[in-house]
């Protein structure tokens, strides 16, 4: 069966320092993958997506990016965080083949930057 | 522009009797929409979709929904709420040919004994 695993769980950052979360996929291949972000416990933005290693398309401009260096890793990273990018985010992955598929997230990384 | 709207920011039923949570759509074409639950500090879990075929829709944890095409809605419902079953709750719709999808903004559904 399919897992998704994103870690760390839960991280706090000063101003101005770096970040990298990660998301791993494992029991598919070739799998969409996602990067959504939630603010105060409600809606959910999508940050980042990619079909395939090396394809992001970013859907908000942001101080954040994404990568994808291997078929079943995602990674959201940022070279400054802003006190605004404090938030809950959640990586999520879906079937190529079942594009009528719904998403399946990970347990989520909340990220407070002070 | 796809998008989905969630009318209600929080739902109170008793436990015991049934609870019906608003969605509705828009899409150009044909919509696949979909539901989802979140309970705190987790990520979300699929609870049903609509794709195509039967206007209800049944899913996990006793819940359905029923598609409206001339009211473009999609509620979620189920017939007798349980405690557990307060927690937020989410109506998605797919965007796009990559799989993404628009999520609304949300329903917290809180059942009291």
């Known amino acids: 069966s399919q897992t998704i695993h994103q870690w760390p769980a839960t991280l706090v950052q000063p101003v101005g320092s770096p970040l990298s979360l990660e998301c791993t996929v494992e029991?598919?291949?070739?799998?969409?993958l996602y990067w959504y972000r939630q603010a105060a416990g409600r809606g959910l933005q999508l940050l980042f997506y990619?079909?395939?290693?090396?394809?992001i398309s970013s859907e908000v401009p942001q101080n954040l990016s994404a990568s994808r260096p291997q078929d079943r890793q995602f990674i959201l990273s940022s070279k400054k965080l802003l006190l605004s990018d404090s938030g809950f985010y959640l990586c999520?992955?879906?079937?190529?083949?079942?594009?009528?598929?719904?998403?399946?997230f990970g347990e989520g990384s909340r990220l407070t930057v002070l | 522009a796809q998008s989905v709207a969630q009318p209600e920011d929080q739902v109170n039923v008793a436990e015991g009797n049934p609870l019906t949570v608003k969605c509705t759509y828009s899409?150009?074409?044909?919509?696949?929409l979909f539901w989802y639950v979140q309970y705190p500090n987790r990520g979300l879990q699929f609870l049903l979709k609509?794709?195509?075929?039967?206007?209800l829709v049944k899913g996990s944890y006793g819940f359905e929904a029923e598609f409206n095409k001339s009211q473009t809605s999609f509620h979620l419902k189920k017939p007798s709420a349980l405690v557990s079953d307060s927690a937020l709750y989410f109506c998605?719709?797919?965007?796009?040919?990559?799989?993404?999808?628009?999520f609304g903004q949300g329903t917290t559904l809180q059942v009291k004994p």
């Open positions: 999520a992955w879906s079937g190529l083949a079942a594009n009528t598929g719904e998403l399946f």
């Open positions: 029991g598919t291949s070739n799998p969409n």
């Open positions: 990619s079909v395939g290693i090396g394809q």
């Open positions: 899409v150009s074409g044909n919509p696949y």
């Open positions: 609509y794709i195509t075929g039967d206007n």
């Open positions: 998605a719709v797919k965007a796009g040919n990559t799989g993404k999808l628009i």
